[in-house]
């Protein structure tokens, strides 16, 4: 949501968008990129992927990687199912077996 910051242009603008319409706006636009993303995720389901695996989760249950497609920091994350040992900081083949939300998830094939 935009905030005003001090000696910006923006901030002396005479009539402020209220908060909560900011608050509604954000929440539509979230609502709508969940949506989308959940679509076009779903369309990796099925195919195999060369995953760079970064790390594991808290609970040791999943690694953590990413695939080609996935900028750092910025797109979602592959979650592997911890089902074999020594797969850190490297690359394995993953097949995608389900999405949610903004991630998604896989087995080593």
Known sequence: MYSAEDGTPAAKLQ????VSTKKKRYNELMKLA???????????IGNTYKVLI???TADNKYYIGRTYM????TDG???I??????????????????????DL???VV
């Open 15 to 18: 009539n402020q968008v209220d």
């Open 34 to 44: 969940k949506a989308i993303s959940e679509e076009k995720l779903s369309t990796y």
């Open 54 to 56: 970064e790390g594991k």
């Open 70 to 73: 996935d900028i750092p920091d």
């Open 77 to 79: 994350t592959v979650f």
């Open 81 to 102: 199912k911890n089902e074999k040992s020594g797969l850190e900081e490297s690359f394995v083949d993953c097949k995608i077996i389900e999405s949610k939300n903004y």
């Open 105 to 107: 998830i896989a087995k």
